[in-house]
T-cell receptor, first 112, second 113 residues
Framework: SQQGEEDPQALSIQEGENATMNCSYKTSINNLQWYRQNSGRGLVHLIL?????REKHSGRLRVTLDTSKKSSSLLITASRAADTASYFC????????????FGKGMKLTVNP | NAGVMQNPRHLVRRRGQEARLRCSPMKGHSHVYWYRQLPEEGLKFMVYLQKENIIDESGMPKERFSAEFPKEGPSILRIQQVVRGDSAAYFCASSPQDSVRRYFGPGTRLLVL
């Protein structure tokens, strides 16, 4: 299975601190995406990084990808209470990304 | 531009009944995906459809589950003879052609009594 696994499974920080989440996967991928899910809601796409990219930024988000280690990290800088949510990585396979495979997710709590 | 719509948002069924979940993709999106999420779990892929075609149903249970995306109207996920283990949140996502990004609906929470 190429299912991504997020690490840690839960993280609690104070507002203003940075939060780092890691994702590991098992097989070759075409792209890796990060999604956020607020409690009781659907998933919201945050950022996508392709297999030929190493780092991307979007606002307070920074994602890295190391294909040699089959891992990715998502950094949220200057966290806010509104960042409290579950975060999922999802991998798309080479030759077709129709079947995005999601990890189990990581629960981030940002305390005000 | 309205997002992905799902209804109902909550559905309660007794064992043995049928559940019908509807999904209207975003305007202009021709690809629909269904996922199931159990409590405290990630999303499990079920099926990928385009208009009038099932492209990949490798995540669908072999029995009782079916999906369609007709030429007109929403995509339907149908679960026949529901059992308690079917209780979960079912999410629909859509995407335009040649896009790897998914746009998710709010989900339907199915509870089987």
């Amino acid at each position: 299975s190429q299912q991504g696994e997020e690490d840690p499974q839960a993280l609690s920080i104070q507002e203003g601190e940075n939060a780092t989440m890691n994702c590991s996967y098992k097989t070759s991928i075409n792209n890796l995406q990060w999604y956020r899910q607020n409690s009781g809601r659907g998933l919201v796409h945050l950022i996508l990084i392709r297999s030929n990219e190493r780092e991307k930024h979007s606002g307070r988000l920074r994602v890295t990808l190391d294909t040699s280690k089959k891992s990715s990290s998502l950094l949220i800088t200057a966290s806010r209470a509104a960042d409290t949510a579950s975060y999922f990585c999802a991998t798309g396979t080479q030759g077709g990304s129709e079947k995005l495979v999601f990890g189990k997710g990581m629960k981030l709590t940002v305390n005000p | 531009n309205a997002g992905v719509m799902q209804n109902p948002r909550h559905l309660v069924r007794r064992r043995g009944q049928e559940a019908r979940l509807r999904c209207s993709p975003m305007k202009g999106h021709s690809h629909v995906y269904w996922y199931r999420q159990l409590p405290e779990e990630g999303l499990k892929f079920m099926v990928y459809l385009q208009k009038e075609n099932i492209i990949d149903e490798s995540g669908m249970p072999k029995e009782r589950f079916s999906a369609e995306f007709p030429k007109e109207g929403p995509s339907i996920l149908r679960i026949q003879q529901v059992v308690r283990g079917d209780s979960a949140a079912y999410f629909c996502a859509s995407s335009p052609q040649d896009s790897v990004r998914r746009y998710f609906g709010p989900g339907t929470r199915l509870l089987v009594l």
